[in-house]
T-cell receptor, first 112, second 117 residues
Framework: SQQGEEDPQALSIQEGENATMNCSYKTSINNLQWYRQNSGRGLVHLILIRSNEREKHSGRLRVTLDTSKKSSSLLITASRAADTASYFCATDEGQAGTALIFGKGTTLSVSS | GAVVSQHPSWVICKSGTSVKIECRSLDFQATTMFWYRQFPKQSLMLMATSNEGSKATYEQGVEKDKFLINHASLTLSTLTVTSAHPEDSSFYIC?????????????FGPGTRLTVT
């Protein structure tokens, strides 16, 4: 079953703009992760945020986690055409080493 | 970081034939590996958990007799799609959790694209 639900399903922006994607989940978690997938390719791990963390940064990425609302957001600042991809959040179900449950994903299109 | 490989990266087979996909952990031992399936324009769905030395556990709706999983060693899990049909055409991805640490990252293979004609 799918745990996460991303919002929006699709997002089109211009280069230089910021892109925000949201993810909601249903159960308690140990951590939440964000992945990128270029069309037809494998997953690229972007960032992991633990359940006791509220915000995390990595380069142009900023992730927030609100466990009370069971939601997370991924912000990509100063987007580039190369950021065009699908983005997925993924959660465990509160136990380390278990399978990840993926959200439906947000398809981001950045035009130059 | 840890590396997981998959072979083949893509395969085309005829309906009714069987296809084997390998997932290897290259620089660590994986007692557990996970197999996911991704249909076009959809998300990854967990199919089964592969356990070294014991039977795989399958998610609801996944036919264990059709998708045979063998965790032959601590570095190799195989997924065999038996009597493949066009509806089995999908992207199959394996992963293994970080071994022996408290870090909860999973290492994903690059995926295998299966096309059944």
């Amino acid at each position: 079953s799918q745990q996460g639900e991303e919002d929006p399903q699709a997002l089109s922006i211009q280069e230089g703009e910021n892109a925000t994607m949201n993810c909601s989940y249903k159960t308690s978690i140990n951590n939440l992760q964000w992945y990128r997938q270029n069309s037809g390719r494998g997953l690229v791990h972007l960032i992991l945020i633990r359940s006791n963390e509220r915000e995390k940064h990595s380069g142009r990425l900023r992730v927030t986690l609100d466990t009370s609302k069971k939601s997370s957001s991924l912000l990509i600042t100063a987007s580039r055409a190369a950021d065009t991809a699908s983005y997925f959040c993924a959660t465990d179900e509160g136990q380390a080493g278990t399978a990840l449950i993926f959200g439906k994903g947000t398809t981001l299109s950045v035009s130059s | 970081g840890a590396v997981v490989s998959q072979h083949p990266s893509w395969v085309i087979c005829k309906s009714g034939t069987s296809v084997k996909i390998e997932c290897r952990s290259l620089d660590f031992q994986a007692t557990t590996m996970f197999w996911y399936r991704q249909f076009p324009k959809q998300s990854l769905m967990l199919m089964a958990t592969s356990n070294e030395g014991s039977k795989a556990t399958y998610e609801q709706g996944v036919e264990k007799d059709k998708f045979l999983i063998n965790h032959a060693s601590l570095t190799l899990s195989t997924l065999t799609v038996t009597s493949a049909h066009p509806e089995d055409s999908s992207f199959y991805i394996c992963s293994a959790p970080t071994p022996g640490t408290t870090i909860d990252e999973q290492y994903f293979g690059p995926g295998t694209r299966l096309t059944v004609t």
